[in-house]
């Protein structure tokens, strides 16, 4: 079974440049969730999508960062314009329901903004 | 705001020791309790979640939660230089369901 995919796996911009990470959960899994990891710190939640309706997407900061979930399947997340301290570690993970206790994580995209 | 506290570390032990890691959680309604590993440069990886008070062994690994001191810990027995990486704390449920709360982490580092 093929695991989370994400890309691009290294992305280097310079600030107030746009930039769009993709991801492709684990086929039939309903749940994904987008994370931002900044060094040295755990994953912090920022959209969760349950097929493709975004049911958690308080930490989102909606006044630069947008996402989509067309057809409840891929997902893309949006950075316009990137600020030097959007610099970080862009995790997607899928489940297969909401409620269930397992997230599967894919290899992430990392973020240097210049 | 749930608040997931590890200590920081980094923890440094001789291979075959036993590792001890440790968390505290803010949020007393929180119901499941996880432990990933991280290896440098990758992604997150579950190794293991507990759900009532009390120990769960898996292999080298126990976790041990306390809910009434909102305290989890995970017990790595015979460390292996393989065990090298960071461990996040991560707590779900209680006044925010759905949400997972990730602490900043605690790097192990086994030496042989």
């Known amino acids: 079974e093929a695991g989370v995919v994400q890309s691009p796996r290294y992305k280097i911009i310079e600030k107030k440049q746009p930039v769009a990470f993709w991801c492709n959960p684990i086929?039939?899994?309903?749940?994904l969730y987008w994370y931002r990891q900044n060094l040295g710190q755990g994953p912090e939640l920022l959209i969760r999508y349950e097929n493709e309706e975004a049911v958690d997407d308080s930490q989102l900061p909606k006044d630069r960062f947008s996402a989509e979930r067309l057809k409840g399947v891929d997902s893309t997340l949006k950075i316009q314009p990137a600020e030097l301290g959007d610099s970080a570690v862009y995790l997607c993970a899928s489940s297969p329901y909401e409620g269930a206790e397992t997230q599967y994580f894919g290899p992430g995209t990392r973020l240097l903004v210049l | 705001q749930k608040e997931v506290e590890q200590n920081s570390g980094p923890l440094s032990v001789p291979e075959g020791a036993i590792a001890s890691l440790n968390c505290t959680y803010s949020d007393r309604g929180s119901q499941s309790f996880f432990w990933y590993r991280q290896y440098s440069g990758k992604s997150p990886e579950l190794i293991m979640s507990i759900y009532s008070n009390g120990d769960k062994e898996d292999g080298r690994f126990t976790a041990q939660l306390n809910k009434a001191s909102q305290y989890v810990s995970l017990l790595i027995r015979d460390s292996q230089p393989s065990d090298s990486a960071t461990y996040l704390c991560?707590?779900?449920?209680?006044?925010?369901?759905?949400?997972?709360?990730f602490g900043r982490g605690t790097q192990l580092t086994v030496w042989p």
């Open positions: 086929s039939g899994h309903n749940t």
């Open positions: 991560a707590v779900k449920g209680g006044s925010t369901l759905g949400r997972l709360y």
